[in-house]
């Protein structure tokens, strides 16, 4: 009897060593993998070694994009990766990318961001995590000003005589920041209801409505309202807004990290985009999915490690020490919104962006990020005075046409 | 230059003394092209390291415009931070903030004429990295345990400032504090200071000059008042070695890619040197059937690039060498330094350079060494290898230098974790992270460290690398 127990539980110990499984993630590299090991550690870690799996965190350096495309089809990817949303349709194309749907219940996610990364009804990607545009505005130069705040019930043209007022405080004070890009700007074309593909797959550019906004946001450029980041010797908005000299940026929560260490007394408030001409906000939402490879020799642990790192408990570690914004609904909630510090508001603001207007994935087809390239020349040339809006973006339809037709080929 | 000159005949309508004197000038001109040249070529080529060297010491390094006047350069700066790091943590070189901290600290301002001077109101501030891998470690916060004594006015002296542009009279006024760390606690590496005053008293002066100044000019903002020399001036140097640490075993990463890097390096001469002299010995001086077809293949190899041959170099790797790894214990090459040094032993341009060499040693040298009895092996060994010490110097500093700023070949193979990477690839890692938020200090910091050894070894071997190259290149 007792050489049988002794058997039974050698065999159950073999068993469980035999049990354990790697699975490999691949993701960038950066922070990311400090952030996993804190997860692994403080979070999720016990719950997996439990089931029998370790997780292993490869990050790619570089050029995510590529770096992945190449492990995908040297077969050496990983069993978990991530989807950028950028480039998920065509990551998707390439067929290596397992349908979640019958796996992973997408209904605790909040639906734009299961809808980006839903292609033919079927789902590919769980999002980690997300981020929206917001506006930022520095109080101080505001009181200067002696101009009301930014508030959620700004519509565009409210929102301009507020940028005016600012910049009517000094030659070397600006109202607004904004960069010639799409990934900027393209939320004021949302808010003027356009949308960047119709039913056939193609971009319209002469839309009246996209015409709308591109003067809009050009227009404030040329007036001396609005600046070019360049044109303050920085590379990108936040780096205007920490020089104390512009009123407005529009960024995601990202800027909050940069504040910290490049201006850690700027006195800033966040609210929410300006209403546009449709009655809408306009958004962009970014983000970023963990989808499972479609050969991996591990789905059940893989869907397991899934199910884990978007997990409430994960979700809920990453926000409350403030490092990305959660994709489940139901953490809207949680208390670390109603902190009622500048960063909670902030965040807040950014999360519940993607539910308010027009928001739109930072997608772009098959075409990837080389379909904003015509839309960001446009902007430049009309910006900086070298071409009218009529003439920029006849051009910039042509080329986006020879885009699309390129990728559809 | 000279024997050029006495070359050119003198043409007979010209006077020796007027002739003499052209040619003098000629000479002044020449020399006076020459340096010009020169300097010009040392601006282009030093001018970019010197100014980013500079810059990797600023607080904000892309600051614009560019400025030559850095606080972190100036020597009242080195004395006070030495004395403050003394105060903060008895440490005058690395500074801190430990129990028992007195910290003194003085602030003057301006305050235009009929303007009445206000007590600025200083505080420590929980400041938490925001950006780069420091925000996703857990940390202490000087906040958390100082305390700051009453601000009291010392003293007041009538002068005048230029404020936005505009040069007005009034009085300078010092204002005093103390920031004390009572009680026991964590020993904390850095002690942020905020002191905010009315906008219209002009920051004019502190014990050490601040870090940026906020709010349109209310805030004089300080990363740190208790920095030691070292830390002032080096912060962002010491943020390399500090901020980037190993997941798995907290050791410093930068510390372990510089390793790496060497490892690499010095394993890639030892055997480059080896090898290289080896078969170029046989090459230049053995005879053997087929010699000319495996120099024909060593020179065919030495002309294709990396990139066409990386992948099927990249599956031999992750195989093993044909699963020849195994004998000592790795299934597979790939993410380990012993795949990046054995699939570079020697290059191909390594034998050439070597063969090209010994061809040009007199064969009498060897013959006479044959008479004395020397055997094939001695002769090589004792004979001819010391003779190459040019040629040996220019291969240790070019197989160095290669192997030291390859990026291409260990970026492909050493992947993960990243303890096992090599400083370029590692300097990419830093990209990711600060890049993106613009913190280009500490990026500039190492990109810095990392050419300081080449540099070195330019500076010790360029004897040897000037000799050699043209031997190499002449003697053909």
Same mark, same amino acid.
């Given at each position: 009897m007792k050489k049988l127990a002794i058997s039974i539980l050698v065999l159950a110990f073999v068993t469980a060593?035999?049990?354990?499984?790697?699975?490999?993630?691949?993701?960038?590299?950066?922070?990311?993998?400090?952030?996993?090991?804190?997860?692994?550690?403080?979070?999720?870690?016990?719950?997996?070694?439990?089931?029998?799996?370790?997780?292993?965190?490869?990050?790619?350096?570089g050029d995510y994009n590529a770096a992945l495309t190449n492990a995908l089809s040297a077969g050496t990817a990983?069993?978990?990766?991530?989807?950028?949303?950028?480039?998920?349709?065509?990551?998707?194309?390439?067929?290596?990318?397992?349908?979640?749907?019958?796996?992973?219940?997408? #209904?605790? =996610?909040? %639906?734009?961001? /299961?809808?980006?990364?839903?292609?033919?009804?079927?789902?590919? +990607?769980?999002?980690? !995590?997300?981020?929206?545009?917001?506006?930022?505005?520095?109080?101080?130069?505001?009181?200067?000003?002696?101009?009301?705040?930014?508030?959620?019930?700004?519509?565009?043209?409210?929102?301009?005589?507020?940028?005016?007022?600012?910049?009517?405080?000094d030659d070397d004070v600006y109202g607004a920041c904004f960069?010639?890009?799409?990934?900027?700007?393209?939320?004021?074309?949302?808010?003027?209801?356009?949308?960047?593909?119709d039913a056939a797959g193609n971009t319209d550019l002469l839309d009246e409505r996209f015409v709308e906004a591109f003067s809009y946001y050009t227009d404030l450029v040329k007036e001396g309202?609005?600046?070019?980041?360049?044109?303050?010797?920085?590379?990108?908005?936040? #780096?205007? =807004?920490? %020089?104390?000299? /512009?009123?407005?940026?529009?960024?995601?929560?990202?800027?909050? +990290?940069?504040?910290? !260490?490049?201006?850690?007394?700027?006195?800033?408030?966040?609210?929410?985009?300006?209403?546009?001409?449709?009655?809408?906000?306009?958004?962009?939402?970014?983000?970023?999915?963990?989808?499972?490879?479609?050969?991996?020799?591990?789905?059940?642990?893989?869907?397991?490690?899934?199910?884990?790192?978007?997990?409430?408990?994960?979700?809920?570690?990453?926000?409350?020490?403030?490092?990305?914004?959660?994709?489940?609904?139901?953490?809207?909630?949680?208390?670390?919104?109603?902190?009622?510090?500048?960063?909670?508001?902030a965040n807040r603001i950014v999360f519940e962006g993607a539910a308010s207007g027009n928001v739109i994935g930072f997608q772009f087809g098959k075409v990837g990020t080389d379909w904003m390239a015509p839309i960001n020349n446009a902007l430049t040339a009309v910006m900086t005075g070298q071409q009218d809006v009529n003439a920029a973006l006849s051009a910039a339809q042509n080329e986006i046409d020879a885009l699309i037709e390129r990728a559809n080929r | 230059m000279a024997r050029a000159l006495s070359s050119s005949a003198k043409p007979n309508w010209i006077s020796q003394q007027q002739f003499n004197r052209w040619q003098a000038r000629r000479l002044w001109a020449r020399a006076g092209l020459t340096y010009a040249v020169m300097l010009a070529f040392a601006i282009i080529f030093l001018g970019p390291i010197l100014f980013a060297t500079i810059s990797s010491v600023r607080t904000d390094p892309t600051a614009y415009p560019p400025t030559l006047n850095i606080p972190q350069l100036s020597p009242r700066n080195w004395a006070a931070a030495a004395r403050l790091g003394r105060?903060?943590?008895?440490?005058?070189?690395?500074?801190?903030?430990?129990?028992?901290?007195?910290?003194?600290?003085?602030?003057?301002?301006?305050?235009?004429?009929?303007?009445?001077?206000?007590?600025p109101e200083p505080v420590v501030p929980r400041r938490r990295p925001g950006a780069g891998l420091g925000s996703v470690l857990a940390i202490d916060y000087a906040a958390d345990y100082a305390t700051i004594t009453p601000v009291k006015e010392i003293e007041r002296k009538t002068g005048r400032f230029v404020v936005r542009d505009e040069e007005l009279s009034g009085q300078f006024v010092t204002y005093a504090f103390r920031i004390l760390y009572e009680g026991?606690?964590?020993?904390?590496?850095?002690?942020?200071?905020?002191?905010?005053?009315?906008?219209?008293?002009?920051?004019?002066?502190s014990t050490l000059s601040l870090s940026r100044l906020e709010r349109r000019g209310r805030v004089a903002s300080y990363d740190n008042v208790a920095p030691g020399v070292l830390g002032y001036v080096l912060y962002n140097y010491r943020r390399t070695f500090s901020e980037a640490r190993s997941i798995t075993t907290e050791r410093s990463l930068f510390l372990n890619w510089v390793s790496n890097s060497f490892i690499i390096g010095f394993a890639k001469v030892l055997?480059?040197?080896?090898?290289?002299?080896?078969?170029?010995?046989?090459?230049?001086?053995?005879?053997?059937?087929?010699?000319?077809?495996?120099?024909?293949?060593?020179?065919?190899?030495?002309?294709?690039?990396?990139?066409?041959?990386?992948?099927?170099?990249?599956?031999?790797?992750?195989?093993?060498?044909?699963?020849l790894s195994r004998l000592w214990g790795q299934t597979t090459l790939l993410n380990s330094l012993t795949g990046v040094i054995l699939s570079g032993l020697v290059g191909a341009g390594a034998v050439f350079i070597m063969k090209q060499f010994f061809e040009s040693i007199p064969r009498e040298i060897e013959e006479a060494a044959m008479i004395d009895g020397a055997s094939q092996w001695q002769r090589y060994w004792n004979v001819v290898l010391p003779m190459a010490r040019p040629a040996l110097g220019a291969l240790t500093i070019l197989t160095f230098q290669g192997a030291w700023n390859d990026f291409f070949w260990p970026f492909v193979v050493l992947t993960t974790p990243e303890d096992i990477k090599t400083l370029p690839i590692g300097l990419l890692t830093f990209r990711n992270v600060y890049g993106g938020t613009g913190d280009w200090g500490i990026i500039l910091a190492g990109a810095v460290m990392s050419a300081l050894p080449i540099v070195i070894l330019f500076i010790v071997f360029q004897k040897y690398f000037l000799e050699g190259v043209s031997f190499g290149g002449?003697?053909?």
């Open positions: 060593a035999l049990a354990q499984t790697t699975v490999r993630i691949m993701g960038y590299g950066g922070e990311d993998p400090r952030i996993v090991a804190r997860l692994l550690d403080e979070v999720i870690g016990d719950d997996l070694a439990e089931q029998g799996i370790t997780v292993q965190y490869e990050p790619l350096e990983a069993d978990l990766f991530y989807i950028p949303a950028e480039t998920a349709p065509g990551i998707i194309a390439s067929g290596k990318v397992l349908p979640l749907d019958d796996l992973v219940d997408s #209904g605790p =996610f909040i %639906t734009s961001l /299961v809808d980006t990364y839903t292609i033919d009804n079927q789902l590919y +990607g769980i999002a980690k !995590d997300f981020n929206t545009l917001a506006i930022h505005y520095n109080k101080d130069l505001f009181d200067e000003a002696a101009v009301e705040y930014p508030n959620e019930n700004d519509d565009w043209d409210s929102f301009a005589n507020k940028l005016r007022g600012v910049a009517a405080l960069p010639a890009e799409f990934a900027r700007f393209g939320a004021f074309a949302f808010a003027a209801g356009w949308q960047p593909f309202v609005a600046v070019q980041p360049s044109d303050l010797g920085e590379g990108w908005t936040g #780096g205007c =807004f920490a %020089t104390d000299n /512009v009123g407005v940026a529009i960024e995601g929560a990202w800027i909050l +990290g940069f504040l910290r !260490d490049a201006a850690p007394n700027l006195q800033f408030g966040t609210t929410f985009m300006p209403i546009g001409p449709s009655g809408e906000r306009g958004n962009f939402l970014y983000t970023v999915a963990w989808g499972i490879n479609a050969d991996t020799a591990n789905r059940d642990a893989a869907v397991a490690v899934l199910k884990a790192l978007t997990s409430t408990d994960t979700q809920q570690f990453v926000l409350e020490n403030g490092l990305a914004i959660p994709s489940r609904t139901a953490l809207a909630d949680n208390p670390f919104f109603a902190e009622g510090t500048v960063e909670s508001e | 105060a903060g943590a008895n440490n005058r070189w690395w500074g801190g903030f430990a129990p028992g901290a007195d910290v003194p600290f003085e602030i003057i301002y301006f305050v235009p004429e009929g303007q009445e001077p206000e007590l026991d606690g964590p020993e904390i590496n850095r002690l942020p200071l905020d002191i905010t005053a009315p906008r219209r008293q002009s920051y004019a002066r055997t480059t040197l080896l090898f290289a002299s080896m078969a170029g010995y046989a090459l230049a001086r053995l005879s053997f059937p087929g010699k000319n077809l495996i120099f024909i293949l060593i020179l065919f190899a030495q002309m294709i690039p990396g990139q066409v041959i990386f992948i099927s170099n990249y599956l031999v790797l992750r195989d093993g060498i044909f699963s002449t003697k053909g």
